[in-house]
């Protein structure tokens, strides 16, 4: 039975290298900054790879582009194939349009508006079909085959997955004394492609992934030995949202990544947050799951003090979504905080109540009242309030003078 060692891997360092030629000038060398602050909050060395800053705001053109350029003359003339419901069909179109090859890309009916008009943009046909990625898939296969056109997998192609390697290569030019690199992972392509570099350029590098709780495919592929399909949920992180990891990227996953971690969906929407505010960097929530990991402590691997470089790998995210994630991440580092707060129903009982939060400089937001449910009793009424904070120790001084005040109250979450 052949060992982990001796098993064919899909590419080698060469590969790598070599698309890194055919991408130069093309793709845009992302820059990777220290950052003061987070360093100061994780106690690594926090290095930022940018690639939210490409053309189509993600890494993904890096192997789209590498698998056009392989593209022969008769395949070029034909036009190529995607399925996909964002990133993927951005980076496709773009870099196909850019050289004159059609470029047909199948979205599921659910796809957000930007997104669909982000993808025609970039000058590609886009078919709406399915009620998800898998049966999008299906009707891209369906049209590729009929007009003998080439398809291009968001991950599970070697070729993509060298071109998604080279970030690999950039990060070592950029931190040469790095030390450990934290990946997302939804199929495989990007971390198999920049494990691939880092190792066999740098192999005591630790290379740590990141997956979304919701759809941790990876980590029961490697529980399994072998890719499964796991069950379909939602996630903020929907760029990782990948429900079997791909069958050409886990030999590479097994070779070469040390560590595989998660995160939850309100891990992410923090960190997203952090990006934001701290960073200025907008991040989407497949972007921010790697700084998740890191902020939240998740990794076993990376000793502290170390240089580690965290990747930013998209940062298309839909304005609403944004706002809830921004909510989400305010309530989750305490800052906003939802109240019932039951009442005398009696002048005056209100005025004492808010009189009680502005001495603690806490800013109501919103109010509900209620008289007739959550079990009143008669003579009181109940009033939902959410509030603005500094923090969770300012909560904590708020909630601790609530029952000093005789107000009864809950959190509600």
Excluded: W
Excluded at 367 to 383: K, Q, S
């Amino acid at each position: 039975m052949p060992t982990l060692e001796t098993v064919q891997l899909p590419i080698t360092l060469d590969d790598v290298v070599a698309a890194r030629e055919r991408l130069r000038g093309s793709i845009y060398y992302s820059p990777c900054p220290h950052s003061q602050m987070l360093s100061a909050l994780t106690g690594q060395e926090i290095y930022l790879k940018l690639e939210n800053l490409q053309m189509t705001g993600s890494f993904k053109e890096r192997g789209a582009l590498n698998r056009i350029a392989m593209l022969t003359p008769a395949q070029a003339a034909k036009g190529v194939v995607a399925a996909s419901a964002g990133n993927h069909a951005q980076g496709v179109a773009y870099h196909a349009t850019k050289r004159g090859i059609k470029a047909l890309i199948v979205m599921p009916l659910a796809t957000p508006l930007v997104k669909v008009t982000a993808t025609r943009g970039f000058g590609a046909e886009v078919v709406l079909h399915g009620a998800n990625y898998d049966e999008a898939y299906e009707e891209a296969m369906r049209l590729c085959t009929a007009a003998g056109m080439t398809f291009i997998h968001p991950f599970d192609d070697a070729v993509v997955m060298a071109g998604q390697g080279t970030i690999g290569l950039e990060i070592l030019e950029q931190v040469p004394e790095l030390d450990a690199i934290v990946v997302p992972i939804g199929g495989g392509g990007l971390i198999g492609g920049i494990a691939c570099a880092i190792k066999e350029s740098r192999p005591g590098v630790k290379v740590v992934g990141v997956q979304t709780s919701r759809l941790a495919s990876m980590v029961a592929a490697r529980a399994a030995h072998g890719p499964v399909t796991i069950e379909p949920s939602t996630t903020i992180a929907d760029g990782i949202a990948v429900r079997r990891s791909g069958g050409v990227t886990f030999p590479m996953v097994e070779r070469y990544v040390d560590e595989i971690v998660t995160v939850d969906e309100d891990e992410i929407a923090s960190a997203i947050l952090v990006l934001l505010e701290r960073e200025k960097t907008l991040a989407e929530g497949a972007g921010a799951t790697a700084l998740a990991a890191v902020l939240q402590g998740k990794t076993t691997v990376i000793a502290p003090g170390s240089k580690t470089a965290v990747l930013v790998c998209g940062g298309n995210i839909d304005v609403t979504l944004l706002s809830r994630i921004i909510e989400r991440g305010l309530v989750q580092d305490g800052r906003m905080i939802r109240l019932r707060i039951t009442l005398l129903d009696k002048p005056g009982a209100l005025a004492e109540l808010t009189k009680l939060i502005a001495n603690h400089r806490a800013n109501i937001v919103d109010t509900m009242y209620n008289r007739a449910y959550y079990g009143v009793n008669l003579g009181n009424t109940t009033i939902d309030i959410t509030l603005e904070t500094r923090g969770r120790e300012q909560v904590a001084e708020l909630l601790a003078a609530l029952t000093e005040g005789g107000f009864e109250h809950t959190r509600v979450v």
